[in-house]
């Protein structure tokens, strides 16, 4: 049987306006949030995790937090995780995506195109959609 984690709109960076001085502390908690999905993920032997769509709020992320995200993904190596794009972070031009540092994870796909993507040891398919546009 196949075993696997999906996630979706995690939303990091979300901009919290109407919270004021507790935006930090509630961005702060979605961090450790994924952090914690992570060690679910890890716990439980999942084969693979799906995260589709929304990993962040938009396009425009502080890098340190993308430094952050990289490396609570990579603490579940060897676990694959395929990451599917949102409406909130499409594979535009201005696309974090397509930063060269998330090539360092080799546990990392990122669903780029509409191709689909067999797992012939877990007899499983995935048929990604990825977002192109806002």
Not at 3 to 17: C, G, N, P
Not at 47 to 53: L, S
Not at 93 to 122: A, G, H, M, T
Request: hydrophobic share 45%; charged share 25%; with cysteine.
């Amino acid at each position: 049987m196949v075993k696997f984690l999906h996630t979706a709109d995690w939303h990091l960076e979300i901009k919290y306006a109407k919270l004021g001085l507790n935006a930090e502390k509630a961005r702060e908690i979605r961090v450790r949030t994924v952090r914690n999905l992570m060690n679910i993920a890890k716990e439980n032997n999942v084969d693979f995790i799906i995260v589709a769509g929304d990993l962040f709020d938009n396009n425009e992320v502080d890098r340190r937090l993308i430094e952050v995200l990289l490396d609570i993904i990579a603490q579940v190596a060897p676990i694959p995780v395929y990451i599917l794009l949102g409406n909130h972070d499409p594979l535009t031009r201005d696309s974090l995506y397509l930063d060269s540092s998330r090539k360092s994870l080799s546990n990392v796909v990122i669903f780029e195109n509409k191709e689909l993507i067999e797992i012939p040891e877990l007899n499983v398919t995935l048929y990604p959609c990825p977002v192109i546009q806002k």
